[in-house]
């Protein structure tokens, strides 16, 4: 955060969210006041990332 210099507000999008660095950021990021949107490759790590603090997810569906 400090590299980006992210502010209270803006947006950041993590990437490979579900694995254990990116759910630490995800928490991480949220409880500074970014807002986060968040990959998950399924409806129940969608959910943890939401638990976690990201206002947003988006993902794919492995099946397709």
Request: proline share 3%; charged share 15%.
């Amino acid at each position: 955060m400090k590299v980006a210099k992210m502010k209270v507000g803006e947006t950041a999008l993590v990437i490979g969210a579900t694995g254990g660095s990116g759910a630490s950021l995800v928490s991480l990021l949220a409880q500074q006041g970014i807002r986060v949107t968040a990959t998950a490759s399924s409806p129940e790590k969608a959910g943890l990332m939401r638990r976690l603090g990201a206002e947003s997810t988006f993902g794919h569906d492995p099946a397709s």
